[in-house]
């Protein structure tokens, strides 16, 4: 994707998925009934996490917490440990809340460098800290949801903090809204690798799609690489847009 973008002139300073692309895979999957009726998704991406609410061909709102899967491992990373091993930590045996924790297991871990030696940590120690973590990133997400409830009929949840043990359970006990994963495996090739049908991929996914979208309704334009005058007129437009 950076290549992409040298070759059009172009520099990558920042990056976020719009909604449209996880909405137009569910809209694929699940049919355009779903987003007419209304929905919401909740993004869990590395650095933030987002939620949008879409109905009847409208955005109801769209709300961004600029927290996410890092800021859980740099959290546990906190408690003594080095960055690689709280991510394995959180990602093979993180759960979502100590309620969905089946066995509380005691592990030994390795410290960090400046610690050295060994810790030990229980499942249920290490489902507390994510906890904490997650109330501080969801609070304001659900409190925004609550007000649209009423309107539409499924939440959806995906990017890569989705699939932490207890995720879906743990959304929907603070909620409503019937609560399911994202799909998009409808989209892709039956020979496709498997770990590219997890919810991290979702976006991409779905941005691949609103791109080819863009190929297809534009294939007589060239791309024209921006001059110097249109680069200061872009960064001066820059200065004065808020993009939160």
């Known amino acids: 994707m950076q290549k992409s973008f040298s070759q059009a002139g172009r520099s990558i300073e920042h990056a976020f998925v719009r909604p449209e692309c996880l909405l137009s895979t569910f809209a694929t999957c699940d049919g355009n009934h779903v987003l007419m009726s209304g929905c919401a998704v909740l993004d ?11 109905k009847g061909g409208q955005y109801l709102l769209n709300k961004v917490v600029p ?7 740099r959290m546990l990373e906190q408690q003594g440990m080095s960055f690689a091993t709280a ?6 045996y993180g759960y979502a809340s100590p309620e969905y924790v089946e066995k509380n297991v005691r592990m030994r871990i390795p410290a960090s460098a400046e610690i050295g030696g060994d810790m030990v940590i229980s499942s249920t120690e290490l489902a507390e800290a994510i906890e904490l973590k997650l109330q501080e990133i969801l609070v304001p997400l659900m409190e925004e949801l609550k007000k649209v409830e009423a309107r539409i009929s499924t939440l959806y949840i995906t990017g890569g ?3 932490m043990a207890g995720m879906a359970e743990y959304i929907q006990s603070r909620t409503t809204v019937r609560v399911q994963y994202g799909a998009h495996n409808l989209l892709l090739h039956r020979d496709t690798d498997e770990k590219y049908l997890s919810p991290q991929y979702t976006s991409l996914i779905g941005t691949i799609l609103l791109g080819q979208d863009y190929r297809d309704t ?13 680069r200061v007129k872009e960064s001066t437009l820059d200065m004065f847009i808020d993009q939160n």
Do not use: C, R, W
């Open 87 to 92: 991510e394995v930590l959180k990602k093979k």
């Open 161 to 163: 903090g989705s699939m």
């Open 67 to 73: 927290k996410g899967g890092y800021h859980i491992t």
């Open 44 to 54: 869990f991406g590395a650095q933030t996490t987002t939620l949008t609410v879409y």
């Open 218 to 230: 534009h294939k007589n334009q060239l791309v024209q690489k921006p001059g110097f005058f249109d």
